[in-house]
T-cell receptor
C-alpha cells in the first residue's frame, strides 16, 4: 500500500530559527515528490517538485532534499518568519499514468515571535 | 493569488438538502480534481477529470455527484449528505493528467458543515 508518513506532526519554533521537516514514503513506482504549504483557511500551494534524479531543490528560504534510495525527503526552512506558520504537506506521485498523488498527513508548524 | 476559485467558501446544510459546490480555473488547464480534507487526515482524492472526461472515481459514495461541463469549470453536487461528510472540499487543476512533474494548483476550498 502506498503511504507517506510525515514527522513531526506539529512543531513550534521561535522566529529566526531554522527547522527541518521529515517525510518517509513507500510509494512505488516513484515519479516525483512535492512539498506543499497550506496556510490556515487556504488551499495548498506548491513549494518544490523533485524527480528521481534530483536530490535537492530550493525555493527561497525553503530547501527540499530527496534520498530516493532510502525513500526519505526533508524540507528545511531557514531563518523562519511568522508567515511560515502553516501546514507543510509531502506528496508523492507514482509513475503510473494519471498523475496520481499520495498525500502525507502534514506537519503543522507554528513560528512564534 | 490563486488561479482556481471555489464558491461558496462556507456552506452549512441539513442532511436532506441539495447543494452544489463550484470550481473555476483561469489557468488554461485541462485536468481538474476534487479532494476532501478532513481534520487530522491526509487529503483524499475524490474525482479526476481530464479534458472534461472523468478518469478517476475513488470509490466516492453516490451522494456526491461531479459535473465537468468544460475544462474550466467543475461542480460537485451534494444530496442526502451525512455528518461525516463535513470537511474542507478542495478543487485543483493541472495541465493534464498525463503530463508528469507538474504542480496541481489548488483553490482555497469550501468548508462544508452538515447539520
Amino acid at each position: 500500500k502506498n503511504q507517506v508518513e510525515q514527522s513531526p506532526q506539529s512543531l513550534i519554533i521561535l522566529e529566526g530559527k531554522n527547522c527541518t521537516l521529515q517525510c518517509n514514503y513507500t510509494v512505488s513506482p516513484f515519479s516525483n515528490l512535492r512539498w506543499y504549504k497550506q496556510d490556515t483557511g487556504r488551499g495548498p500551494v506548491s513549494l518544490t517538485i523533485m524527480t528521481f534524479s534530483e536530490n535537492t531543490k530550493s525555493n527561497g528560504r525553503y530547501t527540499a532534499t530527496l534520498d530516493a534510495d532510502t525513500k526519505q525527503s526533508s524540507l528545511h526552512i531557514t531563518a523562519s518568519q511568522l508567515s511560515d506558520s502553516a501546514s507543510y504537506i509531502c506528496v508523492v506521485s507514482t509513475n503510473n499514468a494519471g498523475n496520481m498523488l499520495t498525500f502525507g498527513g502534514g506537519t503543522r508548524l507554528m513560528v512564534k515571535p | 493569488e490563486t488561479g482556481v476559485t471555489q464558491t461558496p467558501r462556507h456552506l452549512v446544510m441539513g442532511m436532506t438538502n441539495k447543494k452544489s459546490l463550484k470550481c473555476e480555473q483561469h489557468l488554461g488547464h485541462n485536468a481538474m480534481y476534487w479532494y476532501k480534507q478532513s481534520a487530522k487526515k491526509p487529503l483524499e482524492l475524490m474525482f479526476v477529470y481530464n479534458f472534461k472526461e472523468q478518469t478517476e472515481n475513488n470509490s466516492v459514495p453516490s451522494r456526491f455527484s461531479p459535473e465537468c461541463p468544460n475544462s474550466s469549470h467543475l461542480f460537485l453536487h451534494l444530496h442526502t449528505l451525512q455528518p461525516e461528510d463535513s470537511a474542507l472540499y478542495l478543487c485543483a487543476s493541472s495541465q493534464e493528467t498525463g503530463v508528469r512533474n507538474q504542480p496541481q494548483h489548488f483553490g482555497d476550498g469550501t468548508r462544508l458543515s452538515i447539520l
